[in-house]
C-alpha cells in the first residue's frame, strides 16, 4: 500500500500544507494505515481510504496551528516573546 499510493498522499498533503508539514503527514497517514491494515479495503476503495485518513490529518494540522498562531498573538499582545519565535532565532 505504502509503495503503491505514496505520491498520491503526498501530492495531496502538500498541495494542503508547505513541503516540511507533508512529510511529516504522510508519515502519520501511513502510521495510521499500519495501526488500522486490518481495516483497508482492497482495490480502488483504498486511496479514496488513505485520501480520509490523509484530510483528518491535514485539517487536524491547521487547527494545531491556528491554535498555535491565536496563542501567539495573545502572548504578544501581553508582551511575552511566544516560544515559536524564540525556536526560530535559535
Avoid at 42 to 66: C, F, M, Q, S
Avoid at 77 to 88: H, K, R, V, Y
Wanted: some cysteine; hydrophobic content about 35%; glycine content about 4%.
Amino acid at each position: 500500500m505504502y509503495e503503491g499510493y505514496y505520491r498520491h498522499v503526498h501530492a495531496y498533503c502538500r498541495r494542503r500544507s508547505n513541503v516540511d508539514s507533508a512529510d511529516d503527514l504522510v508519515a502519520d497517514v501511513f502510521l495510521t494505515v499500519w495501526r488500522k491494515i486490518r481495516d483497508a479495503p482492497d482495490g480502488e476503495d483504498a486511496l479514496r481510504w488513505l485520501y480520509r485518513i490523509a484530510y483528518l490529518k491535514v485539517t487536524n494540522h491547521w487547527r494545531e496551528a491556528n491554535r498555535r498562531k491565536k496563542l501567539d498573538e495573545q502572548l504578544e499582545s501581553i508582551g511575552i516573546e511566544p516560544a515559536s519565535l524564540i525556536q526560530d532565532q535559535v
